[in-house]
């Protein structure tokens, strides 16, 4: 089974040099991590929902329905310009909510560090163009 999202990230951050850092990324690559990564560190990667701290509850770390290897396909709803524009704000945010309880809990950290643009710890710019080159546009 793949890791999670946030699994690989920590194990990043413990890599001491860029060359594993690089290894690590592209070892575990997934949409999920690149999304991740693309949504915290894109300028270009504009969010369509308030920034801060939101309201939800998180599932168990033991017990949770859902993934965000699969989650991340509705990341699109909350891009400005994306198909969720036309959605009504509050079904937009009930979508994103719903995303935030039933994945594990640090990847619920990680989808609202990166709705709020937060830097992603132990990862930088070179890394990641080095791991995964394009995938930052701006």
């Known amino acids: 089974m793949k890791q999670y999202v946030y699994e690989v990230l920590e194990e990043v951050t413990k890599a001491r040099t860029r060359n594993e850092k690089v ?5 575990n690559e997934s949409w999920a991590l690149k999304d991740i990564i693309r949504g915290s560190m894109d ?6 929902l308030p ?3 939101p309201p939800y509850t998180a599932s168990p770390a033991h017990h949770h329905p859902a993934n ?3 989650e991340n396909t509705k990341f699109k ?3 400005k310009g994306g198909p969720g524009e036309k959605m009504q704000k509050y079904k ?7 995303i ?14 990166m ?12 890394v990641v163009e080095e791991a995964f080159p394009g995938l930052l546009q701006d």
């Not at 300028?43 to 369509?48: A, D, F, G, H, I």
């Open 68 to 70: 965000l290897l699969r």
């Open 51 to 53: 920034t801060g701290q």
């Open 115 to 126: 709705i709020n643009k937060q830097n992603i710890k132990g990862l930088t710019r070179p």
């Open 100 to 113: 935030l309880e039933g994945v594990h809990p640090e990847d619920a950290k990680l989808v609202i560090s």
């Open 77 to 79: 709803y909350f891009v």
């Open 43 to 48: 300028s270009k990667v504009l969010w369509n």
């Open 92 to 98: 937009r945010e009930q979508i994103f909510i719903g």
């Open 23 to 27: 290894k690590l990324l592209k070892q």
